[in-house]
């Protein structure tokens, strides 16, 4: 498995088109919202949802672990989309299969089972994470020395094409004191992101990541 590497902070990230992001100092696997629960809590209000999107995302997610098989699993919030449901089993059962693998979630507005359950699962839970020159939220922010991390907007890019076709793709978004992840679950949308001449924008299409350009450059 390859990523796409980026330098920032003066550390070496590497960019999965999974929408995850590897950071190989700090053996750690970083990704942010996926809304484990939310199909099912769909289906229950009489939405039509996917049924496999649930396993789905844990497959990928699983596939990235055993490829890259990181110390540590770092959730950058939405964990679970909402109340408890059978999903939420699914996922225990899930990181149950990772033992020697440290799962760390910042939690996020999403994140509002009661904390027994985390414990439960053998996750550790935090509001945020300082580690090196990165400060990990789940809400974008700015922090006055460290580069922040987040995740919550499901960053996208809108390409356009010479006939006036436009494609919107999920994207890592570096901007030049924060960075936003792509969400990793597969059932939520995206937000088109405004960059400026100096922002780096990662677009992610079927089973690669390319850096886009920006107006301006």
Request: glycine share 8%.
């Amino acid at each position: 498995m390859t990523g796409t590497p980026i330098e920032v902070e003066g550390e070496h990230l590497l960019l999965f088109a999974d929408k995850a992001m590897y950071w190989p100092e700090r053996r750690t696997l970083v990704l942010a919202d996926l809304h484990l629960g939310k199909a099912m809590h769909f289906r229950r209000a009489g939405i039509a949802a996917p049924p496999r999107i649930e396993s789905a995302n844990l497959d990928r997610l699983d596939a990235l672990l055993q490829a890259l098989k990181p110390e540590e699993l770092l959730l950058l919030g939405d964990l679970f989309h909402s109340r408890h449901n059978a999903s939420w089993e699914a996922f225990v059962a899930f990181r149950s299969t990772f033992p020697h693998t440290r799962f760390t979630l910042i939690t996020g507005n999403h994140d509002i089972l009661h904390p027994e359950y985390y414990e439960r699962a053998g996750l550790r839970s935090l509001p945020w994470r300082d580690d090196g020159p990165f400060h990990f939220t789940h809400h974008p922010t700015r922090h006055e020395r460290l580069y922040n991390i987040a995740g919550h907007i499901h960053p996208g890019v809108r390409l356009l094409g010479k006939g006036r076709q436009h494609l919107t793709l999920p994207c890592f978004f570096f901007g030049g004191s924060a960075a936003v992840l792509p969400a990793f679950g597969t059932f939520t949308g995206v937000s088109v992101m405004h960059p400026e001449p100096t922002d780096r924008v990662f677009a992610i299409a079927q089973r690669s990541v390319f850096r886009c350009a920006v107006p301006g450059t």
